[in-house]
């Protein structure tokens, strides 16, 4: 069976979806369907190192943008985003929650790699990334870049952890992995917006307070290549949206009056509070929020060599639309881990692309240290694997497995296999060109591939760190 035809599971949302919401606007552009990937004819060529913009979203699901599939969420700038680049249908994120992601984008390794990447996610001032661990910022930065974090960070905090400490020449934004959008309280229950390691005030709608300081950055007249890492934290809970002040107040009391962090988290968690119509609307803020930013991106006159990624930190939650697949953040079903990312950078790549070809958070690490012309240290080798060679050079994409550990399961990917370990401990074998769904569970009919995979997953395993005692 030929290959494309083998990974079209992407088919139910394929190139189709792209066509139909492009279809809309009678534009040109708008009305090119999607094609698989090719890498441009002599786009290997030498010119410019490019900025990077990486954008993350905060717990959108894979089928959330309607670029994606999602029936009732409008997202017309990062669909446009999708038809001037490419959209990758097979894209993973490092973990299943936030913090374990993080560490494996900034560090371009497995989160079990390293103590702070055990937290499943980082929840006290006692966890967080080594200062001394290099990163996708402290590399492109001895390389020439300048680097910049913009919004969630949640690799620990002050005064043992920050940005600042890990390679950014700037940070603005948020330490921990939760606030309320408005009064900033945060997951430890203290004000949680900074500016470097100085609190900053600013009590309007976080998503539009980090919109500004991204807008600026990108509009200054940089005398080098720069690396922005922006971390939204729409539409993370609690379910807030720029016209819910009020109930932001609310849940803001709340956290004053706790006595505890169970009892901040449980006002933060909003489990009596929002809607799909809601997360809809926060869906639709950050997709606004992404277009001022590439508005102003335009205007500056960076935008053909600026690789602009945009992708989520992990699988939807509660109100995400992820259909066709299964689970949802925190587990390592496919609707924990499969996220929408997209690729644009005009100056190497053409538009109105699709690849179907897995790929995995530290792989992006790599590939952009690569593009940057930084190495890795040699002590702390990259588990991820740089697209470059695919993107750029129509190389054939690496072939390799993905692998993916967390305390109540395990999972790997081979190819269009999935070996799965749910939280009872019973082994499962998917294939995800017949199954994205992950219901037809193979593992008897293939007792050989599954102890073949379940071998690769624990060989990698066992150069990680154990996680401590609960």
């Known amino acids: ?75 017309p700038n990062l669909d446009r985003l999708a038809r001037q680049g490419v959209r990758f249908t097979d894209a993973y994120s490092g973990s ?15 989160p079990g790699r390293t103590p702070g990447g055990l937290a499943e996610p980082i929840a006290n001032r006692s966890q967080g990334l080594d200062p001394n661990h290099p990163t996708l910022a402290s590399l492109l930065k001895k390389a020439g870049y300048a680097t910049a974090l913009i919004g969630k960070w949640h690799c ?26 408005f009064s900033k309280l945060g997951q430890l229950g203290t004000y949680d917006l900074y500016e470097g390691d100085a609190e900053y005030k600013d009590l309007r709608y976080y998503t539009t307070v980090l919109t500004e300081r991204a807008v600026e950055y990108v509009g200054r007249d940089h005398d080098r290549p ?24 609310e849940i803001a009391a ?3 009056a706790a006595k505890n962090q169970t009892e901040v988290g449980r006002a933060l968690n909003h489990y009596d509070g929002g809607s799909v119509a809601k997360y809809a609307q926060m869906v639709e803020s950050l997709d606004a929020a ?19 990624l945009f992708a989520s930190d992990n699988g939807g939650e509660r109100y995400s639309y992820n259909w066709p697949l299964s689970g949802a953040k925190f587990v390592l079903l496919e609707g924990g881990i499969r996220v929408p990312a997209i690729l644009r950078w005009p100056a190497r790549i053409d538009g109105h692309q699709v690849s179907r070809e897995p790929n995995f958070s530290p792989d992006w690490t790599a590939t952009l240290l690569e593009l940057g012309g930084a190495r890795p240290e040699p002590a ?13 050079r129509g190389e054939q994409p690496p ?24 939280a009872t401990g019973t082994d499962h074998l998917y294939n995800l060109a017949d199954d994205q769904r992950e219901q037809a569970d193979l593992a008897p009919d293939r007792p050989e591939l599954l102890a073949e995979l379940r071998a690769a997953w624990e060989r990698i395993a066992g150069g990680l760190l154990p996680y401590p005692a609960s």
């Not at 060529?45 to 029936?71: K, Q």
């Not at 720069?226 to 107040?249: I, Y």
Request: aromatic letters at 12%; charged letters at 20%.
């Open 156 to 181: 620990g905090w002050l005064p043992d952890h920050s940005p600042t400490k890990s390679g950014w020449d700037e940070f603005f934004g948020n330490f921990g992995g939760v606030l309320e959008y």
């Open 399 to 422: 072939e390799r497995d993905l692998f993916w550990r967390v305390r109540t399961n395990r999972a790997l990917r081979r190819g269009d296999w999935k070996y799965y370990r749910d």
């Open 226 to 249: 720069w690396l922005l890492n922006l971390n939204f934290t729409t539409p993370h809970w609690p379910w807030l949206a720029e016209d819910d002040a009020a109930t932001g107040a």
């Open 254 to 256: 709340k956290i004053r």
């Open 290 to 308: 992404v277009g001022e930013v590439l508005a102003a991106l335009r205007r500056s006159g960076q935008e053909e060599n600026t690789l602009v």
């Open 1 to 75: 069976m030929p290959e494309i035809s083998r990974r079209a599971f992407g088919g139910l949302v394929g190139g189709g979806a792209v066509t139909a919401v492009a279809g809309t606007t009678g534009t040109a552009e708008a009305t090119t369907a999607e094609r698989p990937f090719r890498a441009r004819p002599g786009s290997a060529g030498s010119g410019r190192r490019p900025n990077f913009l990486v954008i993350l979203g905060d717990d959108l699901g894979w089928a959330d943008l309607s670029s994606y599939g999602a029936p009732h969420i409008d997202t």
């Open 380 to 392: 702390y080798p990259l588990d991820g694997t740089s697209l470059a060679g695919y993107l750029l």
């Open 96 to 110: 299943a929650t936030c913090s374990p992601t993080r560490f494996s984008l900034y560090t371009g390794r497995y």
